[in-house]
């Protein structure tokens, strides 16, 4: 196993993940420092409290779970659970909320930073486990903060995710990159392994934290008191909403009077001159021609989340984004819906063809005047993004570079030890995904999602909207990704067809027969496991219909949501 560790980070170093993707826009030293290298961070704590975050972690997040398992998460509405014996006897009872985790903090660690040879020492830390839905997944993720006078590299508080809800390490370092890219007001992400007393927990990106200390590098401003986190789903930029749902990340503040008199400006706007004054209307713009792009639903058009306003001193309140694990075409159909909205019908199954209207489907005050209202400052914005950043010829080759970069650190992360277990999984009977799904899936191959949904293909997805943004908005864009007989792979052994989406609620009009031929004697119809195109997948493939008794629509066996 030793050999193996050093075989294949020799090989990771000498690959560069080139930072020329990113251009001259200043991060901070971490991630620049970090672009071409693997860091190690190392985390001390009591053993006692290191078995007690094992113990919180393994408890988990169970949101969506099959129609089969017996859960407390499946109790959405009791509060009180009660334990019955064989005679129905009441044995105990436990107060549950479902929605509710489990928390862990200590401010017990210590840490040290090893890159190039150079390691730093950091006495006082505080070590968190973080997350919320991925906490479903067997590998946690961690939030740190450095406490006294010391500061990594530009940074105090920094997170550590395993992404497990996606199969390639790479979505949420293409975002960052893209927005790093922009010059957009944004966090950065690298990549880290993580040991905890000595134990390997396995590779992780490493992020940037939206906190007063991440403010104060980028803007000056210290203990700062205009800073919003918009965490909570359902957050529409309403006073009634977000004004108790968007808490100040400053305890000490108390008045919140001028967040709320920007939420009432926002809310009785009737076009963007009305608030201009006082909101970065391109920033804001900017993201949500990039939320509609990547297919974003766990942000602000569709779930309302992961999200802050900051107001610098002296400047326009800015809109800023995070957590990225579910863009590029990941479980849409479990997000899209949102968590008021009727399921995806099967007609609407392919997410890349969504219009903007579309796609931004939930009541939006500010959509509407900002974008429905008149589009053209909107439409502008989406089609220089396209231009500048989210077309094939830009991202392809980032793409290959990132994942040789990572493809040793991953292997390590899928490979057990002498026991049968994985690094850093803290509930080992939560599924992951294989070498040749993250394989596959960095590519344009769809893959089943630990949630019984569509993870896309990431350079399918990309390919895809760009051809039907392309083709919508009427641009010149590239003749060879427009070019339907442009050729890619698909590996065959692990695509997840959509057909087997959960998550998709079926025509109940229709009967839907479809009729494998991939044995055909026609060369476009070739079974090779590892090559398709567009053509091939077209032809592969009949579909039969046939009308059906009108019946009431009934979801799909498997995920409920909660």
Known sequence: MIKKIISVLLLAYSVLAASSFIGNNKRAELFELTDDVVPV?????????????????????????????????????????????????????????????????????????????NIETFDKVTFKLGGSSSRMHGKSGY???????KDL??????????????????????????????????????YANLYINDEFMGFYVLLDSIKKSWVEFE????????????????????????????????????????????????????????????????????????????GAWDHYLIMGHNFDLYKPKNDKWKYLVNDF?????????????????????????????????????????IIDILIFKDSTRFDNILKKLVKDVFNPATLFPHIDKLKKFVKPYVIIDKTPDRNGKYPGRTHPEAEDYTLKEWDANCEFTTVRSMQHSRAYGLKYWILSKYRYVCTTYNMKCDPVYMNKKYKYHINKSVEFPVEKDMWLVWDNNDQTEIIDESSSSDESSSSDDESSDEEKKGKNKKIKTTKAKKTKAKKTKGFKKY
């Open 41 to 117: 961070i190392r985390v001390t704590l009591p053993s006692e409290e290191f078995t007690a975050l094992k113990n919180v972690a393994n408890k988990g997040y169970c949101l969506y779970l099959p129609d089969q398992v017996v859960s407390l998460n499946n109790l959405k509405s009791l509060n009180d659970v009660k334990v019955i014996d064989d005679n129905m006897g009441i044995i105990a009872t436990l107060n549950y909320n479902a929605f509710e985790q489990e928390k862990f903090q200590t401010k017990n660690a210590s840490m040290t930073f090893e890159i190039n040879g």
């Open 143 to 149: 939030n740190i903060k450095i406490r006294g006078d």
């Open 219 to 294: 803007y000056g401003d210290k203990k700062t008191t205009t800073l919003y986190e918009c965490d909570s789903s359902g957050n529409d930029l309403s006073v009634k909403i977000s004004s108790t749902k968007c808490p100040n990340e400053n305890d000490d503040v108390t008045d919140i009077s001028e967040w709320v008199d920007f939420l009432t400006a926002i809310e009785s706007a009737e076009s963007a001159e009305d608030i201009e004054d006082i909101f970065d209307v391109d920033l804001f713009l900017t993201e949500m021609a990039y939320e509609y792009l990547v």
């Open 325 to 365: 694990d579910a863009d590029f075409g990941q479980d849409i159909s479990v997000g899209f819906p949102g968590m008021q909205t009727p399921p995806v019908t099967s007609d609407r199954a392919d997410f890349t063809t969504y219009s903007f209207k579309e796609w931004a489907h939930m009541q939006r005050h």
């Open 153 to 190: 590299h530009g940074r105090t508080q920094i997170k550590l995710r395993p992404d497990a809800r996606e199969a390639t390490f790479l979505r949420t370092k293409l975002a960052t990159d893209i927005h790093n890219r922009l010059g957009i007001p944004s966090i950065s992400s690298n």
